[in-house]
């Protein structure tokens, strides 16, 4: 089983996968700027945050891990900074 498809098996419900055929869709490469194949980027609300060149499975999981952690990081600071209701705020039924 290829790399990829290792780590989608496993952390498929926790991040997004997607894979682009760049023997089929040059120009998405040329917009991206990729060289090399396997390229893996990584993007956070539709921004690029990192690359990685090569398929080393250590480091490919490593990537994948620490961008798994930090999105729940920033989930529970959301929720941590989420307004809270003012306990002398009263709603009349």
């Known amino acids: 089983m290829r790399i990829f498809e290792k780590l989608y098996t496993r952390f498929a419900t926790e991040i997004d996968f997607v894979v682009v055929d760049v023997d089929a869709n040059p120009e998405a490469a040329e917009q991206r700027g990729i060289e090399a194949v396997p390229t893996f980027e990584v993007f956070r609300k539709g921004y690029f945050v990192e690359a990685m060149r090569g398929a080393e499975e250590e480091k490919l999981e490593d990537l994948v891990q620490?961008?798994?952690a930090h999105t729940a990081e920033l989930a529970a600071e959301a929720i941590h900074a989420?307004?809270?209701?003012?306990p002398h705020l009263r709603m009349n039924s």
């Open 82 to 86: 989420s307004p809270k209701p003012s």
């Open 66 to 68: 620490r961008h798994i």
